[in-house]
């Protein structure tokens, strides 16, 4: 059967089942399927199973005139690199973007546009790297963050707009943004000067906590991986990878299969957290961030007594962790989280408008046996008084462990009413069991 005896229709209809360099080649075959392969309704199909467009944009968001021509304006943008890497690190920052501008749009308002090649180019020359392609491609897509000098250091007033984000615990504050490639430069080169890794380092600072001495991330330019100082970085240099070293690959293949390196499957892994709920902005006063205490299970846990509800959860601290010391390699940071249901304390089919916490009982563990076992007064030196309708009382505290995995559980002691004027008897609010697992990502 003669191909062109057949309707545009039935020609959309296949043509639609071509990938987009097939579609373009059958436009050289005669005018009549160039008209056909040249529809716009079929190029916007292309522009968004591609790209995620659903409208005829270029690469800086200026309108394009129309989907044909959006579509070969990103190809010819991004020619040096394989298109299922580019359209892979657009979904990446498409998912952060949605949930940013859902969530949290004071940090999408710091996301900066994408480097150029030049900007690049310029940062290799002056670091003496060369930046593996996955995380070339995620700076065209977005320069890091653009934050001012007293909202990287915390001090502003305000949200901690750290894309990463963090967790406190006491008075140590971390809040990791992602840097943008001009203070890559500045960063790589004062911190590796101060470590003393020497003038052919194939590491760069990619990103840090908002005190940077606290928290740094190192990308190994060589192997595509991504270190996190620990608490000996300064002395000798000790870090911990970040993802998973069988997941990377192809770092510098342009004709790889599958090219992945550790900044691209770390951002990819902070963006299904984010998008799954397992970690969510947390309001502490004024101040907004996103915090990194997971917030469902299995890794939060959660119990229910008499009306009161415990979640709790921790996160890994590698920048105060010491892998030299045996007995205390690994420290967590935890987060408890307590609440009083609408219909208040019930017990004994009784019901009170509020009960208070008096005392505490954990029992640590460490590769499943108990390693200690602590009971004492309070919370953080506070008594929480619960009260139906109110916001969770939240508090962190910080436990160091010789191995992992471990666990933490116990129980606090409630009084109903108030603990200067009992209403009833005393009862334990369960805490349920929660890991302490050094994860296979670390943020």
Known sequence: MDLESLGGLTVHIILSKLAPQDAASVACVSKRFRNWASDDLLWSRFCADDLDLSSPLDPLDNP?????????TWREAFNLYPWPLVTRVKRCWGRLRDWLAMNFPEVLSTLRKGASEDEIQELEKSLKV???????VLYRFCDGQELTREEFSGSAPGSLLGLIGGYSFYDHLV?????????????TKEIIRHLGFGNRSKYIVVAASCGYNEKIF?????????????????????????????????????KGSQQQDAVLLWLEEHGHRLQNGMIKVRKEGKVRSISLFPEEPPICSLAVTNGVKVRASSVFVPEFSNLQDDSEKFLFAYSIRMSLSPEGCKMNGMTFSSCQLYWRRWIIRGNNRIVDDVNGEAVIGKFPLLRPGEEEFVYESCTAQSSSPGSIEGA????????????????EAEVARFPLLVPDYIF
């Open 64 to 72: 394009m005139p129309s989907f044909k021509a959006s579509y070969q």
């Open 130 to 136: 060369k930046l593996p392609l996955p995380t070339r």
């Open 175 to 187: 809040n990791v943004s992602l840097l943008p490639l001009h203070q890559m430069i500045i960063e």
């Open 218 to 254: 190192f990308l190994n330019c060589s192997n595509g991986q991504l270190y996190v100082g620990t608490r000996n970085l300064s002395t000798d240099g000790e870090m911990l990878p970040c993802v998973p070293n069988a997941l990377i690959t192809s770092v510098h293949d342009v």
């Open 412 to 427: 606090f002691t409630f009084v109903p009413g108030r603990l200067a004027d009992p209403k009833g008897s005393a009862f």
